[in-house]
Structures are given as structure tokens and as C-alpha cells.
């Protein structure tokens, strides 16, 4: 039951935050990244669980990209201000 649980975080948060981070508007882009971001501890944790060690380094990847997003999205709606 847990790693069904764990499953459907990961699918629902990857499916919407890649489909937020295609919206040409962006300020779903950034929510897309927060979703992203938001799903990383069940990547985390079912990579490291089933010894998936490409998957887990791809998630470190994926975390840093997120939290590239949002750092990139807060200072370009704090230039145009």
C-alpha cells in the first residue's frame, strides 16, 4: 500500500509539473517547478529503496533544475517590478 501511495506522488506531481512547466505563462511555470520540487523526496526515497542509483543521481538533477526554475522565476518578476 505505502509504495502505491509513493507511486502516485511521484505520478501526479511529475505529470503536473511538466505539463505546467510547457504553459507559456510564467507564472505556471514556476508553480510547475514548485510541483516538480514537491515530488523529489518520494523520487528520493523510491530510487534509494529499489537501488535505482541512476534514477536517484537523475533526481539530484531534477531537484537542482527545479530549484533553478524558481530561483530564475522570483528574480525576473522582481526585475520587472
Known amino acids: 500500500m505505502t509504495e502505491?501511495?509513493?507511486?502516485?506522488?511521484?505520478l501526479l506531481t511529475g505529470g503536473a509539473s511538466v505539463?505546467?512547466?510547457a504553459d507559456p505563462r510564467?507564472?505556471?511555470r514556476s508553480l510547475g517547478c514548485w510541483i516538480g520540487l514537491a515530488?523529489?523526496?518520494a523520487w528520493f526515497f523510491s530510487t534509494y529503496q529499489h537501488f535505482q542509483w541512476g534514477m536517484f543521481m537523475l533526481s539530484v538533477?531534477?531537484?537542482?533544475s527545479f530549484i533553478r526554475g524558481i530561483v530564475?522565476?522570483?528574480?525576473?518578476?522582481?526585475?520587472k517590478k
Open 26 to 28: 510564467g507564472q505556471r
Open 39 to 41: 515530488g523529489q523526496p
Open 19 to 21: 505539463w505546467l512547466m
Open 72 to 79: 530564475l522565476h522570483r528574480f525576473s518578476r522582481d526585475n
Open 4 to 10: 502505491q501511495l509513493l507511486q502516485a506522488w511521484v
Open 61 to 64: 538533477v531534477f531537484t537542482s
